[in-house]
């Protein structure tokens, strides 16, 4: 047998080893969760709770056997078929009558999806380390970058097919949250038991008895552009999947109407990109008259890093900050709507190494950083009281690493990392928890900013936009905002998994800190989306309310094609184009492009066109009076799905009114019977002639129109107010990253937002209330606000950049301090 057969033949054995420790588990979990039930009926609770487990028990006794039946038979139709999809809601309902509120797709679905992303979290909190063992030896066995999204190795898939099978089997979702603590501790032990059997058995197989992932992190050598590589780092798939090293450093710039740069143009630049340089440039000065090695060397690798940038966005389009992108490779998330973007890996500076004395003294501060979190009785030190010992010993810490620095140069690094890291600490915005985490990355920042001096020259350095990105996020967790609990509590976990993954790579440099920045801007996009309870509904109805204006942009567009060479009353054309496509987009939303309701409003513009025209014969004519008042009401019916007062629809039947008198004096030719049968076949099939997902298109933020109208219940779009913003507060407005706070001043409330939400074009942004209601604001009014003060940043600057302005605060008094 060759060497692949073998291989293959492993992994086929590997699976079924899985699959099997799977079913094992499944049948006994259903006994388990018997005894869970029948203990809660013995516990004392209110009479309403009472009555709820009593009902939720009955439904867990009557449908339990047939859940773990259909556990099972999917997890054995998976292994053999692969993954099916089951038709979404949203599809099956879409012939439904269209419902009183917008909305994506129903909220059991959500509740769902929420549920089995909870799931799959809870199985993967214990699983981590099996999981990345398991997941390595299947890609040497296999001879695949990573495993597939839909692969019954990861336990995102295992948590679907979970959920599909509870629902199927008739057991509700009050059931599930009954038994859920149950049902997540014995899932979590299974799944580690599973991974931890199946390990065992390629390990005896010989199969990687030592996993070692460094080999599968390629690094640069040079200046040239980093080959793409996959590698996964432990943690970093919960619950995103693979990670990636090798990703673009991003450059935020301003985009001509192509979406590239404008030829012979500077980027222009926002004012907190300004700021920020100023900052850095003011660093680069004052720390170079002290070491001017320092400043050369950093000025240096910044330019080259520019440089390479200018040369790589020359051939392709650089990803604007925040867009969620990741390397090119292969990856898996749990969520196939987030999936990472291919991108151009950009050069790296050439780093260079840390002394050798320098790097052990490194490595010891980071791990007594690491055992100074846990008493010695093992119960973790409160965080008020971790921070100050942090504090205490950081002053320590620095005088070790000072005398084990061979150059001046590493020595002002040294004292820098730690004036920023002080700064940082005492920061009063951020929980102590969470600054406890951001304390554990000042020693893989150091190392970071030792080898790559352009952390200190450029504001694009991942490591920085990491914190930055973390920072934002948690600034807003004071007492006034009322996010310091449930909304506190993921992006905690969050942050503490950051810091892990990066302490478990301490030799892979800027690359960790770049994965890690991918995956947590794609866990806020997910969170805000998906899971937290106070956005989630906002973010749904911001995505429809986007979806709504980008098909009556683009059915306007086509309209006015199909319209250009047929005679059509002016007023009829300004309906259709102006009012009618609006009417079109709203019924596609919520009922479907495809749906009878969307057809009929189709076939009502057909009818509109046909009556408009030219009348020369009585018989037309009587035709038209005939078939005028159930196009009026159509229309009418139309006009109101789509949010017009009754006044507005008053006022556009009188001006079709006239319209239709006028058809009947009107001396132009008629439109010929083929000529609207044609017609009425482009508007049938309309939907395919508009651009696929992810196409240029026309649509740009100066054809967006006035959204006003689109304001939903828990909803506010913001039309008016401000005025005409200059370019750099557009760049300003686009640099804007999810999870940010801000004060925003509008209609008569001066509150705290937070950033939960941005467009696919970033023509929309929708901020959220602690409270959940939504603010969204078109590109160009968003501008305005911040042009105006209406929009404030919660802090002025971001976190690294105020801690680089209070460490050169501490240098202009006295700068000896970098060399002592």
Sequence with gaps: MSAAARNQALASQARRIYIESLVRGISALGKVLNEAAAQLLLQTAEYAVMVARRDGVQSWNRHGPAWVSGVIS????????????????????????????????DDDTIEREITSSRLALAMMDKATWEFTDLRTRMQVLEKQDDLP?????????????????????????SDWQMLRSTLHEEFSQLLVECYHETNRWLVSQQVLPEVDLRPFIRRSADNGPVPTATAYVPGAGVPYGGTQFGAATRTPQIRGSSGLPEAGQAPVRSPASSQAEEVLQLLQKIVGRQVPAFGATAMAESAATRMGATRMGSAAAIQPAGAGSSPSGASSVSDPAMAPTQVEAQPFPPSRPAAPRLSAAIKHAQESLQRESVHSDGQPVPAPQLLEEIKTRNQAFKSVLKQAADTPAERATIELVAMMFQSILMEEHIPASVRVWFARLQMPVLRVAVSEPDFFATTDHPARQLIDRMGACVMGFSGNTGTSGAAGDPLEREIKRVVQVVEAYPDTGRRVFQTVLTEFEKFLDNYFK???????????????????????????????????EVPVQDGVREFLFHIWAD?????????GA????????????????????????????AEVIRRLPPLLKTLRDGMGQAGLSVDKQDEHIRGLNNALAAAFTAKTAAIPRERLDELMDQLETLETMLPEDGEESDISELLVRDLSGHEAEGMEVVAEGGSAPTPAMLAWARELQVGGWFMLDYRGRNEAVQLAWRGNRRHMTLFVTPTGRGVLFPLNRLAAFLQAGLLRPAQDEALTVRATRNALAKLDVDPSRLLN
Excluded at 583 to 591: D, G, M, P
Excluded at 611 to 619: C, D, F, G, N, Y
């Design 74 to 105: 999917g997890l054995r139709h998976a292994a053999v078929y692969g993954i099916i999809e089951a038709p979404s809601a949203a599809t099956a309902t879409s012939a439904a009558p269209a419902p009183a509120a917008m909305s994506l797709v």
């Design 530 to 564: 998906n899971e937290n309870q106070t956005t989630r509904h906002g973010v749904s109805l911001a995505q429809q309310v986007e979806q709504r204006e980008t098909l009556a942009i683009q059915y306007t567009i086509e309209l006015r094609k199909m319209l250009n």
């Design 149 to 173: 999204a839909q692969d019954l190795l990861r336990a995102n898939v295992v948590a679907k097919l979970v959920m599909d099978a509870w629902m199927r089997s008739g057991l509700a979702t």
């Design 583 to 591: 009417v079109l987009a709203v019924t596609a939303v919520r009922t």
């Design 594 to 621: 495809q749906s009878d309701n969307t057809k009929q409003m189709k076939r009502a513009a057909a009818d509109l066109i046909w009556s408009a025209s030219a009348k020369v014969s009585r018989e037309e004519r």
